[in-house]
């Protein structure tokens, strides 16, 4: 089995996290299943790689990173 490295997961589950929200538009108002349903799994697959990573790096550091790379992100893709 290959360990990546807990920040290569955590840079994925921001760009998982970002797609998502990029794509939140699409669901118009959770009323258009396909998309929904991507949208929220795409949130589920980045808590899920965001909950891996803590078992190897301090939550406040994992989450910090997570929450404001992932926020600067998507107001990039905004504008």
Known sequence: MIM???FVVLLAAIGIEVGATAALPRTR?????LWSVLV??????SIWLLAIVV??????VAYAVW???GTAAIAAVGV
């Open 67 to 69: 929450s404001g790379l």
């Open 40 to 45: 929220l799994g795409g949130y589920a697959l």
């Open 29 to 33: 108002g959770f009323h258009d299943l």
């Open 4 to 6: 990546l490295s807990p």
């Open 55 to 60: 078992r190897q790096m301090s939550v406040s």
